[in-house]
């Protein structure tokens, strides 16, 4: 989809034509390594492919690949966007491979340790989130079939700290690993059913380390593991293997005094351990959404509400917040102790068949994006979470995520031009201009 949006109307640009053409062809093409230089800012992005993922019609890849390829030195990130493409770099659409999930995280690793050797536990420790829910979802990023048109962009004047050549334990370095959760929907007999995991169509009764699997679980992670194979209509089981890749994008600036690092906290609906009293979280990931009663029907009120508490370890500003749904979701929201709406974020649905905007599948996220220090949580505030989701149908393997950033209340010395980004742009994915850029437009 070749949509974009202008905060400022061309129109009125007090900019050269020739800068405007020069963000259009940004825009178009691969950014190169050293994308802009304003105010001394040195914005770099480069782009990468992942590791190829091969998948035959109904199968299902889910990997770790340790070591990815990936900006290194002491770094601001400021923006990581993604999507499948093939073999070619045409954009493989949601309704031929599915893209359940991506996630991207930093570990750490014995220095000069081998690629293939990287990933053994015994020489890796994890460097996870800050929370809430980091033994179970400790990812920098992660997204799914919204990829294509969520932002990631992390506000000016705030950067995630990467690379810092003092964190590492002695002995060791940062490498970053990448999940890459994919489902070939090619010639099944269920397209969404296959997408939501549902145990039957994969023929499963164990999960991928030999558990038996629970009879009244009917749908999700369990049942839809790395090389497990979802149900086909005759003819198609020996169809021609294709390869994919994840196409990824890193923006990012040189650490430096000027930004101002935040912390990422993900919040998960399943985790009833305060609820229930419980001291830890005990964060499920995923949950079933069952059909709406006939009651509820005949009210045309078949809207399934999923809510939890979780405390938020540090306080400050939130100054980005997204959620992430599967299929059949609507949209998420996160409020403070009080009750006040921090952030909200919708699903929006495509309506055809193109890679982007494919019908009946969550193709964006909206972002929250709050002016900074005007939405504040302090050190153990405790947030409720709240995930909508369409009951027509029953749900199996939906998820409710939260991602926030935080800038601690010590940090924030805010210059004017910190805010909500100023220009962007969805293809060949989503991302935005920051407002230093965009201000002098």
């Known amino acids: 989809m070749t949509n974009f949006c202008w905060f400022y109307s061309v129109a009125k640009m007090k900019t050269p034509l020739v800068l405007v053409l020069l963000i259009l062809l940004s825009a178009t093409a691969t950014l190169p390594s050293e994308a802009l230089n304003v105010r001394g800012h040195l914005l770099k992005s480069k782009t990468f492919l992942s590791p ?8 299902v890849s889910n990997k ?42 930093p570990y750490y690793t014995v220095k000069d340790t081998a690629a293939d050797e990287s ?47 003092e964190a590492p334990p002695e ?35 164990v999960d991928e380390y030999g558990r038996r699997i629970a009879k009244d679980y009917t749908g999700g992670l369990f049942c839809c593991y790395d090389e497990t194979q979802c149900k086909m209509k005759g003819g198609f089981a020996d169809g021609e293997a294709r390869k994919v890749f994840l196409r990824y994008t890193v923006m990012w600036l040189d650490w430096s005094d000027a930004v101002l690092p935040v912390k990422i906290y993900i919040f998960d609906v399943t985790d009833r351990a305060l609820l229930e009293g419980k001291s830890e979280p005990a964060c499920k990931v995923e949950y079933q959404v069952e059909e709406c009663s006939s009651e509820n029907r005949a009210k045309n009120s078949c809207v399934h ?37 921090l952030c909200e974020s919708m699903a929006t649905y495509g309506d055809s068949q193109e890679a982007g905007n494919e019908a009946g599948y969550i193709v964006g996220m909206s ?9 504040r949580v302090r050190d153990g505030e405790v947030l409720t979470v709240v995930s909508n989701y369409s009951s027509e149908r029953q749900h199996t393997g939906v998820m409710g995520l939260f991602y926030i950033l935080v800038a601690e209340h010590e940090q924030q010395q805010l210059p004017a031009a910190a805010g909500k980004p100023g220009m962007c742009f969805s293809f060949p994915v989503s991302w935005c201009l920051p407002s230093w850029l965009s201000s002098n437009m």
């Open 52 to 59: 190829p993922i091969f998948l035959r019609p109904g199968s």
């Open 64 to 105: 770790w690949y340790y070591d990815i390829t990936f900006p290194r030195g002491h770094l601001a990130l400021k923006s990581f966007n993604a999507e499948v493409v093939d073999e070619h770099g045409v954009p493989v659409p949601l309704h031929e491979t599915y893209l359940h999930h991506w996630v991207v995280e």
């Open 119 to 165: 990933h053994k536990h015994s020489k890796i420790i994890l460097n996870r989130n800050s929370g809430v829910c980091k033994t179970t979802l400790g990812q920098y990023y992660g997204l799914g079939s919204e990829t294509r048109h969520t932002a990631t962009w992390v506000p000016d004047p705030y950067g995630i700290d990467i690379g810092n050549p």
């Open 171 to 205: 002995g060791h370095e940062e490498k970053w690993l990448l999940n890459v959760h994919a489902i070939d929907t090619r010639g099944v007999t269920d397209k969404l059913g296959c997408t939501e995991c549902k145990c039957d169509l994969y023929n499963v009764t």
């Open 305 to 341: 509400v999923q809510a939890t508490k979780q405390v938020l370890p540090r306080g400050g500003d939130i100054v980005f917040g997204v959620a992430h749904q599967h299929s059949g979701g609507i949209g998420a929201s996160l409020h403070g102790e009080d009750g006040r709406l």
């Open 367 to 375: 972002t929250c994006y709050p002016k900074p220090g005007t939405v």
